[in-house]
């Protein structure tokens, strides 16, 4: 039995996820659109096909989609003025290939993702002190990101709190660089680091600064997302990612790397740890349904009349290292009134 304080007196003033939350849908638009009463959510439900009609007018157009309820298995058909999709940058192109929608050469293609990786500093104690008048650098104190650095034409470098769990794996264990730690072309350690110096590392957790390289990824056309009729699953052939950063995406991130370690040893780091992540690591995964390549302005599909596209699949570059998020939501909200005035 609970004999403590009184909690049902502190739960009023408890900050709540709609006061707090960064604004995310599930606070902003999907309450708004719920309280319509024209939107139905149906979780666990996956669609498969988007069905389409020849028009006399309009040519071929989107008339609904094909769903599988993934905890029942039963499969629905449900049918609409428009269809917007926004299931990816992985799986919106898989759905437009698998509904087997006219060819367009740039479906899938384009991939990008930032080419990321992290460089991690570690200070001592007592410069802090002199340095901000803390003896820790506080890597889990606060906001995970706090501070941001565009450099156009390279990218941007973000500074990053991660939990000591993280920090472990991301700073230092995660590394395409082979088995023992050694230094990289601009003499800052490489990782993996393990065993006995990542003890020695994860000690001085509380002193390390980790700083984000979110490259400037170059579009290229073979890095995409497939499929292949014989490797598939209950929602038909899975989608296959091919990626191989371009020596000009390798050429900035070596930039950004080499900028965010000096960075770090003029703030007075006494060591400099580069993961060296691998290049299948991807967060920010975009541009694979381009506009101006499958999607006009509006981003409706150019072959396919009231079929949008409203996820970081149109996006039709890495905007430049910028976290893509915002952006896409920006898109989104212009989409749906550009639907609203044109078909409704
Ligand atoms: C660890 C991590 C940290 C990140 N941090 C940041 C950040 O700080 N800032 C930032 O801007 N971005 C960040 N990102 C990236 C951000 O999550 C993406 O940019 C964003 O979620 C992309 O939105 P989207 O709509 O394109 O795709 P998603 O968010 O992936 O949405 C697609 C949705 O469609 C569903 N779906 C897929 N296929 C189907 C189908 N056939 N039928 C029905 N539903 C389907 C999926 O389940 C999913 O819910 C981060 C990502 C990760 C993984």
């Avoid at 990626?243 to 060591?271: F, H, M």
Wanted: hydrophobic residues 40%; positive net charge.
């Amino acid at each position: 039995m609970y004999t403590g304080w009184p909690l049902y007196k502190w739960l009023p003033h408890c900050p709540s996820v709609d006061k707090i939350a960064k604004r995310s849908t599930n606070v902003s638009y999907t309450p708004l659109a719920l309280a319509t009463g024209n939107v139905e959510i149906m979780p666990n439900t996956f669609t498969y096909k988007i069905i389409t009609e020849n028009h006399p007018k309009e040519g071929i157009r989107a008339t609904g989609v094909k769903v599988r309820n993934t905890w029942t298995g039963i499969k629905q058909e449900l049918y609409a003025d428009c269809v917007v999709i926004a299931a990816g940058a992985i799986e919106t192109p898989r759905l437009w290939l698998n509904s087997m929608l006219p060819f367009n050469e740039w479906v899938g293609k384009g991939l990008a993702n930032h080419n990321m990786d992290l460089v991690t500093g570690i200070f001592n104690s007592k410069e802090l002190i002199s340095i901000i008048n803390s003896p820790n650098v506080g890597p889990n104190v606060g906001h995970t990101s706090g501070a941001r650095f565009d450099y156009p034409g390279l990218g941007s470098i973000l500074a990053m709190g991660l939990s000591p769990g993280l920090t472990a794996s991301f700073s230092y264990a995660i590394s395409k660089s082979g088995n023992s730690p050694h230094l990289d072309s601009h003499s800052f350690s490489k990782g993996p680091v393990v065993g006995k110096e990542l003890m020695e590392l994860m000690a001085n957790y509380q002193n390390s600064m980790n700083l984000l390289i979110v490259t400037d990824d170059e579009v290229v056309k073979s890095n995409k997302v497939s499929t292949n009729p014989t490797v598939t699953d209950e929602h038909g052939p899975v989608p296959a990612i091919s990626y191989v950063p371009s020596k000009n995406t390798l050429r900035k991130k070596k930039e950004l790397i080499k900028i965010a370690g000096n960075i770090l040893l003029k703030a007075g780091a006494k060591k400099v740890v580069h993961s060296d992540w691998p290049d299948g690591m991807m967060i920010h995964i975009m541009s694979t349904m381009r506009m101006g390549y499958v999607v006009d302005q509006n981003c409706e599909a150019f072959q396919v009349k009231r079929l949008f596209i409203s996820d970081n699949s149109v996006l039709s570059n890495g905007l430049g290292g910028a976290n893509p998020t915002l952006t896409t939501q920006a898109l989104a909200t212009r989409t749906a009134a550009i639907i609203n005035e044109k078909y409704f």
